[in-house]
């Protein structure tokens, strides 16, 4: 009886937790944090890629001037 009585506290207790994030999910607050977050984080993406491919022609550019170099001494 008390196992019983236990387990369904539990799950009173789980519902009561979980029954807040349910309902956020339908609240215009919630959409809109979660569309920014959304946007921010494309941004952020969007600035990696063009950081990196920024990097890869600037070490692009130092190989061509290193190898030029090596030509001048040669």
Same mark, same amino acid.
């Given at each position: 009886m008390s196992n019983s009585m236990g387990i369904a506290s539990a799950f009173v207790l789980s519902?009561?937790?979980v029954a807040p994030m349910a309902m956020a999910e339908e609240s215009q607050g919630f959409v809109a944090r979660n569309?920014? !977050?959304a946007a921010a984080f494309e941004q952020a993406q969007i600035a990696q890629a063009t950081q990196q491919?920024?990097?890869q022609q600037a070490q692009?550019?130092?190989?061509?001037?290193s190898?030029?170099?090596? !030509?001048?001494?040669?």
């Open positions: 519902s009561l937790f569309a920014a !977050r491919q920024n990097s692009k550019v130092t190989a061509e001037q190898k030029s170099d090596a !030509r001048k001494d040669s």
